[in-house]
């Protein structure tokens, strides 16, 4: 009963303060850019070939509104099966937390009816990392990673790397996981410049 309490108090606290982690950054501007469509999914397909066949199984989590995604996805994990038998991922498909030109008052409950879905997924798949790379889906993803930490359930390594079309600003989503990744990946140095706290290897996607 008391571990019961405890676990609501958490995902409680966690939830108040994304709510007031979202309210700053968006009351201070987004400053964000439209980006390219697909272009998140093109960038973590590239990083994902980086990765050592050590990270099986990978779970790949898309909004359920994305239509493209997941053939993409099927069609380099059938590439990269060709060098690793052993090669195993999932697709799992969570609410959509903003869509293009969603204003931001209903952001915010699209926002936590996302954070609703992902906390049963995170929980039953208790990753070693999310990697991720601005989607907003992204969010509650990492945001329920951290809670299994505070939980004392399992450590989540949360890395965030920062699209390259990011030049002088971060992106709405790199804003609110940049206090809470345990590394941030930029690929301009003027962002290092102004986000002590990240990390600048170059170009890497």
């Known amino acids: 009963m008391v571990f019961l309490v405890g676990v609501t108090f958490a995902i409680l606290l966690i939830c108040l303060l994304f709510i007031i982690r979202l309210y700053i950054v968006v009351k201070s501007g987004s400053d964000s850019q439209p980006g390219i469509k697909g272009g998140h999914t093109s960038e973590i397909l590239r990083l994902m070939e980086c ?25 380099f994990e059938s590439s990269k099966q060709h060098s690793n038998s ?3 991922f999932t697709i799992f498909r969570i609410p959509r937390s903003r869509e293009v030109h969603q204003s931001w008052s209903s952001s915010l409950i699209s926002t936590l009816n996302a954070l609703w879905y992902s906390f049963p997924l995170v929980f039953r798949l208790r990753p070693d990392m999310v990697l991720c790379n601005g989607p907003g889906t992204c969010v509650p993803l990492c945001v329920t990673g951290l809670l299994l930490g505070i939980l004392g359930m399992k450590k989540v390594l949360i890395v965030y790397v920062e699209s390259i079309c990011r030049v002088q600003t971060l992106s709405l989503t790199g804003k609110i996981l940049y206090p809470i990744s345990d590394y941030f990946f930029v690929q301009w140095s003027s962002l290092r410049d102004r986000y002590p706290k990240s990390i600048f290897l170059g170009k890497i996607v």
């Open 51 to 75: 990765l050592s066949a050590a990270y099986t199984p990978r779970h790949y989590v898309i909004a359920d509104t994305d239509g493209m995604s997941e053939e993409r996805i099927c069609t």
């Open 86 to 88: 052993e090669s195993q």
